[in-house]
């Protein structure tokens, strides 16, 4: 069956690394009517590609695969560890260090495939039977139902356990007893647990793939990749490539499990900026900083939001994590560290991204990530946010071996579907390929 047109075209941009701009230049054709052709296809604007375009694309594609060389920056942290095999079919997600550019932007293709059924307007039964467990021994609110969302989403089911209190552990049951017990119930396990490597001994004892959702201050792969398909799809917004982006990370970067995942994942790209921001003793663990550099980036550690944000494509702020802490002393700095509007437009330029995994902390004094700028385009946390259900749903898909299928597996949602998706931002998330006339911001 056919790919879907929206996904045959931002898979072709993927694979060529090119702005929708060049893009159309290559093909022949205006940018206007690329934008229309890659519109959603609910969208009264969206227009169909012609069948001759489709084939010249394909060719192009073709030829580029036969010159490709061999993809660079294979998995591995260079320090030796013995990591999980690559992502893919009945394998475990640990860690971003399992992914290629290759494999990563695979998996973004499939999330973009996924986007009709997490905008409710398609409907896919590829995992019916199938069951998660979904076992988080730490507080989560997006995560752990993005995960049970999005499995459900595909025709599954979920079986749900929240804290240890309602765990055997709590009787003195080991993780692996507890792990090889659950791989009897569930196709497929999620984990999130307060200590890191324990997701790890889960993943040893079971023998059906298991999912990293939280390893303490390790990795947060599933949020990265999320970040990842976010950054691609603003960049694309804006005629941008991750290519040489210049990306700020600010916040808690010691306990920050999101901070340490992203910026291996962003490492996998070429001639990356990457400034460094954080409140005394929560900066970035020096193996990783040095990972990155070995990697060819720039990396750069600033005291000051006002030296690190000029010039910034994407910046990524992230809480405190007080329940990490060990006795650091950091309350007398963080309002030196609060993102907010005037912040933004003083020091950014007018088309930055702001991101945030959240949750945010909106209490006063927290200084986490001023609710003043919601409403704002430049903020991108509930694009993010909707973007967890297709990303989480192409996870569980490669994993059980059913991602061939979904495109073919697709029929309209029989109820009534809400015509926008999130309060604040939904409409920006639609100017990607949006063909008013309506200039995109400059930098």
């Known amino acids: 069956m056919d790919i879907a047109q929206q996904v045959f075209l931002r898979n072709a941009l993927r694979s060529l690394n090119m ?33 001759m375009a489709r084939r010249f694309i394909s060719e192009i594609l073709q030829s580029h695969a036969g010159q490709a060389s061999p993809q660079e920056g294979a998995p591995g942290s260079g320090a030796g560890e013995a990591l999980p095999r690559e992502f893919g079919r009945l394998s475990h997600l640990l860690s971003v260090e399992q992914f290629t550019r290759d494999s990563a932007e695979r998996l973004c293709t499939l999330a973009d495939a ?21 076992l988080f021994f730490e507080a989560s609110t997006r995560t752990r139902l993005s995960f049970a969302s999005a499995f459900m989403r595909l025709g599954g089911s ?34 999130r647990h307060p200590e890191q490597g324990s997701v790890a001994q889960f993943a040893a004892a079971t023998n059906v793939p298991l999912i990293n959702g939280g390893d303490g201050a390790g990795e947060h792969p599933t949020q990265a990749l999320i970040d990842l398909y976010t950054v691609q799809r ?6 941008k490539l991750v290519d040489g982006a210049h990306i700020v990370i600010s916040g808690d970067l010691k306990y920050g499990r999101t901070a340490h995942s992203l910026i291996k994942l962003l490492s996998l790209y070429k001639a990356m900026r990457f400034t460094l921001v954080s409140p005394p003793s929560l900066e970035m663990p020096e193996d990783i900083a040095q990972l990155i550099a070995l990697r060819g980036h720039d990396v750069v550690v600033a005291d ?10 994407v910046v990524y702020t992230t809480r405190i994590q007080r329940e990490r802490l060990t006795g650091e002393r950091i309350d ?15 020091y950014c330029k007018k ?3 702001v991101m945030h995994p959240l949750p945010r902390d909106s209490r006063p004094g927290a200084h986490d990530l001023n609710t003043d700028l919601d409403g704002d385009a430049r903020l991108a946390i509930f694009r993010q946010t909707d973007n967890g259900v297709p990303v989480r749903m192409a996870i569980f898909a490669t994993v059980l071996g059913v991602d061939g299928i979904v495109q073919r597996s697709l029929h309209d949602a029989a109820w009534a579907v809400p015509q926008a998706i999130g309060p604040h931002d939904l409409a920006i998330d639609e100017l990607p390929y949006a063909v008013s006339s309506t200039p995109a911001p400059q930098s």
Request: hydrophobic residues 40%; proline residues 3%.
């Open 158 to 191: 979920v079986c749900d356990t929240t804290g240890f209190t309602y765990s055997s552990m709590a009787k003195g049951e080991s993780i692996a007893d507890t792990s090889r017990t659950i791989s009897g119930y569930a196709d497929v396990i999620v984990v």
């Open 304 to 313: 000051r939001l006002e030296d690190a944000l000029p010039g910034a494509d």
């Open 234 to 239: 603003e960049f694309s917004r804006l005629g």
């Open 19 to 51: 702005t929708r701009e060049g893009f159309s230049q290559r093909i022949g054709c205006t940018k206007r009517a690329l934008d229309t052709w890659l519109l959603p296809d609910e969208s009264r604007e969206f227009r169909a590609m012609p069948e």
């Open 351 to 353: 088309d930055v991204i």
């Open 114 to 134: 996924m986007q009709p059924i997490a905008r409710r307007r398609k409907v896919s039964r590829v995992l019916e039977g199938a069951v998660l467990a979904n």
């Open 332 to 346: 007398a700095y963080l309002s030196a560290f609060e993102i907010n509007r005037k912040v933004i437009d003083q």
